[in-house]
């Protein structure tokens, strides 16, 4: 099972919006409602930001929403803010019980 | 509060073995799937290995089925998960995190470090 793919790196400057996208197959994203996404800082475990597609659990603000179209899954976050500078991976339930992440995309605030 | 506190990790020798536990307070344990789930020094999240509430079921990642067993003690809140036959490509952060639904991970631990080297 191959990882997703992910942008290696993404920006913006406070205050605006950016979307950070994650492809699959049909086989994973294409073919599921569960799709998750992950925020980590540096030297942190990571912290779950949405769940099936486009839900948020409690404690997370609005400014995180997800999405998905056909194979490909993406996360925006508006209204950028400094901490939001970390690294984002996406996750999909691949069926036949099996978990494969992207590759992570690293968001720099500017 | 909710912890789950991994340990047990250290400095292996290649084709050695090495035990990771997770110790797990604050939910019940019992009623929940558990995954372990590493990052490599740099690199991304790689799903390791799951275990259902019961430990009925186990599952694993191609790159370590026949060398990892994940195991769970309910009557202690612990999770395991035994390292056989280790390489150089293990070493990595290893998180231990539970499963929701078997869909997503909202808990995680800090993590345990296990770096494989001669």
């Known amino acids: 099972q191959s990882a997703l793919t992910q942008p290696r790196s993404v920006s913006g400057s406070p205050g605006q919006s950016v979307t950070i996208s994650c492809t699959g197959t049909?086989?994973?994203?294409?073919?599921?409602?569960?799709v998750s996404w992950y925020q980590q800082h540096p030297g942190k475990a990571p912290k779950l930001m949405i769940y099936?597609?486009?839900k948020r659990p409690s404690g997370v603000p609005d400014r995180f929403s997800g999405s998905k179209s056909g194979n490909t899954a993406s996360l925006t976050i508006s209204g950028l803010q400094a901490d939001d500078e970390a690294d984002y991976y996406c996750c999909s339930c691949a069926g036949s019980i099996l978990w494969v992440f992207g590759g992570g995309t690293k968001l720099t605030v500017l | 509060q909710v912890q789950f506190v991994e340990s047990g990790g250290g400095v292996v020798q290649p084709g050695r073995s090495l035990r990771l536990s997770c110790a797990v307070s604050g939910v019940t344990f019992s009623n929940h799937g558990m995954h372990w789930v590493r990052q490599a020094p740099g690199k991304g999240l790689e799903w390791v290995a799951f275990i259902w509430s019961d430990g009925s079921n186990k599952y694993y990642v191609d790159s370590v089925k026949g060398r990892f067993t994940i195991s769970r003690d309910n009557s202690e809140n612990i999770l395991y998960l035994q390292m056989n036959s280790v390489t150089a490509e293990d070493t990595a952060v290893y998180y231990c995190t539970r499963d929701r639904a078997k869909d997503y991970f909202d808990y995680w631990g800090q993590g345990t470090l296990v770096t494989v080297s001669s």
């Open positions: 099936d597609v486009t």
């Open positions: 049909s086989n994973d994203v294409g073919g599921s409602d569960y």
